[in-house]
């Protein structure tokens, strides 16, 4: 198993359990009242730049010398199943794409929830 960083952002004046959220939205993929639509097609894209020397299989799957992940989305959040080879740089290049997006970084290892 490698690391996983989950990301949604909070309607204004929100605050749910971040666990459930993650749950809910990230791993079941269902609709979360209280979260923000994110502009999923403008993070990809974001992706496609931020890992350009990574070799990408599709929108979702990406491969490198410095580990591979795959992005799924919600249009409420966004998960990525990283594995174990990527090093804590290019999981903080993960977690600052995001953070341009207002997107905190759940880390679902350790139950924390960055703040922005």
Request: aromatic share 12%; net charge negative; hydrophobic share 30%.
């Amino acid at each position: 198993m490698g690391r996983q960083l989950a990301f949604w952002k909070y309607e204004n004046g929100i605050s749910l359990d971040n666990g459930e959220v993650f749950n809910t939205a990230c791993i079941e993929g269902k609709t979360v009242q209280g979260l923000s639509e994110l502009p999923i097609n403008d993070i990809l894209l974001k992706a496609k730049k931020v890992f350009r020397e990574y070799e990408r299989l599709d929108d979702y799957h990406y491969g490198g010398l410095e580990g591979n992940f795959t992005i799924r989305t919600t249009p409420q959040s966004v998960f990525f199943d990283c594995s174990l080879r990527m090093s804590d740089t290019e999981l903080g290049k993960i977690i600052d794409m995001m953070k341009g997006f207002n997107c905190p970084c759940y880390d679902p290892q350790t139950g924390n929830r960055s703040e922005i």
